[in-house]
């Protein structure tokens, strides 16, 4: 952890070593009672502390106020001349603040000519260096004028489509999603037929058993714009076997297999990037759901929370990692009062040294009240890779 002269207790800072750059990972906690005023001081002092350091942004997300989006921009576009994609989810907080938190991507190469970044001045970035290629979208909504369709949800994997091909990747290098979406309630059941469109179309199997199938989130959000729903997606090309994506099971919960789930959703339940120095682990969206897909501990938020815990745990210790090892973690409450019981079952799970972000957002089903989801990762240092 690195500490710096922001004020205490709200940055965090993660950094991996990797085969060809530093790897950072930064969240800004200003979910307690910050106004708007404090959170612009707290985000450019954040992005001073960027530039004097020499950390190139990779992505951002922001969670919080809409009417935020375009202060911020100024005062990061201040700062930072490079383009980098950013996205701003219109989420309310679980303290009533204005901002929950920003989340930053970014890289310190050891040689510049040893890594290439590719911007494209719209919604991607792309990280090359000798072993593989990574690619960074975010707030795909579906309004590509290319695009001729009469479903939100059809246009969003359009435009996905588009983006990749322009980037010279297939939704087969695709590694995570996250979704973000209003009235998920009543909608769910029509994103997830489109979803599984997009997969068949891309002939990638949904089943069990599949290897190409990507972990993923998808939450309610108040998103403002058109389509009601904004995409952000991480994809991976390796140029070396010692590079290399794998799909997570969990023993707790079965597979989102788009055929016998509740509601046909389909995605992985963990992604694996294995490389030279590190494993990292992408975690779906995690909520209270049995072995049998069944949701439990209906009406007991305590339960729900302490459930879903166990479930995270229970794909992390596969890799010899506990909580500690989270870099970024969003964390969606039914109802702000859940977050005393979020707090109560930290407490009584002795889980500590770690940040999250706190939002208040609808879960894909409605008896559910709480979902987790997050990235870990651990150097292999002398241990065998999983």
């Not at 500490?3 to 940055?11: C, E, G, M, Y």
């Not at 997300?61 to 921009?73: I, P, Q, R, T």
């Not at 997570?248 to 339940?269: C, D, L, M, T, W």
């Amino acid at each position: 952890m690195i500490n710096s002269s922001i004020k205490d207790d709200i940055l965090k800072i993660n950094v991996v070593p990797c085969t060809a750059f530093d790897r950072y990972f930064i969240t800004l906690d200003v979910n307690a009672t910050f106004n708007e005023d404090e959170v612009f001081e707290e985000y450019s002092k954040l992005y001073d502390l960027i530039t004097e350091r020499n950390i190139i942004p990779v992505y951002e997300k922001v969670f919080g106020s809409e009417v935020l989006k375009d202060k911020l921009s100024l005062l990061r576009n201040a700062r930072i001349k490079d383009f980098f994609p950013s996205t701003l989810i219109n989420y309310e907080t679980v303290k009533g603040a204005p901002l929950s938190s920003v989340f930053i991507y970014g890289i310190k190469p050891y040689e510049v000519d040893k890594v290439k970044i590719n911007r494209a001045e719209n919604k991607s970035i792309e990280i090359v260096s000798e072993k593989a290629s990574q690619l960074y979208l975010l707030s795909i909504d579906g309004e590509n004028q290319h695009l001729i369709s009469n479903n939100p949800y059809s246009d969003v994997f359009l435009d996905l489509d588009f983006y990749l091909r322009n980037c010279g990747y297939s939704a087969k290098s695709i590694a995570r999603t996250w979704f973000y979406m209003s009235n998920i309630d009543r909608k769910y059941c029509d994103f997830n037929d489109s979803r599984l469109d997009f997969f068949e179309k891309e002939n990638i199997s949904y089943g069990d058993q599949s290897n190409f199938l990507p972990s993923s989130t998808c939450i309610g959000a108040p998103v403002l714009n058109k389509r009601g729903i904004l995409l952000d997606v991480y994809c991976l090309k390796s140029m070396d076997p010692s590079v290399f994506l794998k799909r997570i099971y969990n023993k707790n919960q079965n597979e989102a297999n788009g055929v016998s789930y509740k509601f046909k959703p389909a995605f992985a339940r963990g992604t694996l990037i294995s490389t030279e120095k590190y494993n990292e682990v992408h975690i779906s969206g995690t909520a209270s759901i049995n072995e049998k897909g069944e949701s439990v501990h209906l009406n007991n938020p305590y339960q729900q929370i302490i459930t879903t815990l166990k479930n995270v745990y229970s794909i992390l210790e596969q890799y010899q990692m506990g909580f500690e090892h989270l870099v970024q973690s969003t964390c969606f409450f039914k109802k702000s009062e859940y977050y005393s019981e979020f707090m109560k079952a930290l407490e009584d799970l002795k889980i500590n040294n770690f940040s999250f972000t706190y939002l208040i957002g609808d879960v894909c089903r409605d008896e559910l009240l709480f979902e987790l989801d997050c990235i870990a990762v651990k150097n292999h240092n002398d241990e065998d890779r999983g």
